[in-house]
């Protein structure tokens, strides 16, 4: 924790993964010397789970939890919480998921897989799944692979080159900036939060995008001047062709003025012999 230190008892079941943001601010202390600040935790998307105001410290501290109505809780020992500041919590774990289908004669056919998930910023995609089966499916293993909305390009010449674009929605629902104002300081401080964790998400996604269409150019090249080699082979495979055409014509022309020639000493020969019978 930035300036200060804290322990987080966090439930991933409830939050889901990604980086979470824990701010504490507003600190202050009484004339009895009582500590107290405002503890706002925030999403990987930056959109805010809860606050409180609650005493902190060693001695008026407590286990305190913040959560939605929606199930999202987070339980901080506010003991530990010394002064103002930002902690970042990265939460990793696993996803199973089973499904089940009911055959025409009711039994059920169980599809069970899992998945290691380490995910930064909240990009867990999950949802949106899928899968047909056949009437009276039988009960087996099956491993295979999924890309959740995703946009596939096969760029190379084997198996598995390809490259994959997923656009996240940006909009300002989704980056938590809708309802953002500056009316007072604490809202101004909360704004630029806010603001800042949209502009990361978003040049995060550019970079992304940048990355990729620099893949794509890179393989334009590559298949320009793959073009341009296979023009150029061709080029001279018919000049190679063309030469061994004439090759082919200067053998039989020459083969041809031999025979002639061959001939035409032929026909002298009897001629001579006659020309000596007349003398």
């Known amino acids: 924790m930035a300036n200060g230190a804290s322990n987080f008892n966090i439930k991933t079941s409830d939050l889901g993964l990604g980086e979470f943001a824990i701010v504490v601010s507003d600190y202050q202390k009484d004339s009895n010397q009582v500590e107290s600040a405002t503890i706002e935790i925030f999403d990987p998307n930056g959109f805010s789970i809860g606050k409180l105001a609650a005493q902190i410290g060693e001695n008026h501290g407590s286990l305190q939890t913040i959560g939605t109505d929606s199930g999202k809780r987070v339980q901080i020992n506010t003991k530990l919480i010394t002064q103002a500041g930002t902690a970042k919590v990265q939460i990793e774990g696993k996803m199973k998921v089973a499904v089940s289908k009911v055959n025409d004669d009711n039994t059920a056919t169980a599809i069970t897989f899992s998945k290691e998930l380490t995910t930064r910023n909240g990009k867990m995609a999950h949802g949106g799944l899928e899968m047909v089966f056949g009437a009276n499916a039988k009960e087996g293993t099956s491993n295979f692979d999924l890309t959740n909305k ?4 096969q760029i190379g010449a084997n198996t598995n080159q390809n490259v994959n674009i997923d656009v996240p929605e940006l909009s300002t629902v989704k980056l938590g900036i809708d309802e953002i104002n500056v009316l007072s300081h604490k809202e101004a401080n909360d704004a630029i939060f806010k603001l800042e964790q949209a502009i990361n998400q978003i040049s995060a996604t550019r970079s992304k995008l940048g990355a990729t269409q620099n893949r794509l150019e890179h393989t334009i ?16 495979i018919r000049d190679a062709d063309m030469a061994s055409e004439m090759t082919e014509f200067t053998k039989n022309n020459i083969l041809n003025q031999s025979a002639q020639a061959m001939l035409a000493q032929a026909n002298q020969l009897p001629q001579g012999i006659l020309q000596l019978l007349q003398r």
């Open 150 to 153: 995703a946009l596939s390009f």
């Open 221 to 236: 090249s590559n298949l320009l001047t793959t073009n341009e080699n296979l023009t150029a082979s061709e080029s001279r």
